[in-house]
Nanobody, 127 residues
Framework: QVQLVESGGGLVQAGDSLRLSCSAS????????VGWFRQAPGNPGKEREF???????????HYSESAEGRFTISRDSANDTVYLQMTSLKPEDTAVYYC?????????????????WGQGTQVTVSL
């Protein structure tokens, strides 16, 4: 069982940067593909939105249209951690951010493809 813990969220102003971390409890995490998703406030029934993805090997990476050019996903396999560096943050980036992992992912944009999820970290971007 892989347990994931996100950290690094917070309250920032538009244009600021944040780096989220996703730490794993199991060494098997090294061979897991990892995605970042988010869920905006006021939409508890809406499916989590795909943000970024990284293969177990570190390449390639994929981004949503809104994340492309502003966010960077990376991983430190030695420390079983995946990062999401977010820059030029906008109020519409406000959401709870989740990392998810699985060793087999066919459609990295589909949250149902991932068996393991963290508890989420809140990111709030003010004007």
């Amino acid at each position: 069982q892989v347990q994931l813990v996100e950290s690094g969220g917070g309250l920032v102003q538009a244009g600021d940067s944040l780096r989220l971390s996703c730490s794993a409890s199991a060494r098997a995490f090294k061979i897991y593909n990892v995605g970042w998703f988010r869920q905006a406030p006021g939409n508890p029934g809406k499916e989590r939105e795909f943000v970024a993805f990284i293969y177990w090997s570190g390449r390639p990476t994929h981004y949503s249209e809104s994340a492309e050019g502003r966010f960077t996903i990376s991983r430190d396999s030695a420390n079983d951690t995946v990062y999401l560096q977010m820059t030029s943050l906008k109020p519409e980036d406000t959401a709870v951010y989740y990392c998810a992992a699985d060793n087999r992912v066919n459609d990295h944009r589909d949250p149902h493809e991932y068996r393991h999820w963290g508890q989420g970290t809140q990111v709030t971007v003010s004007l």
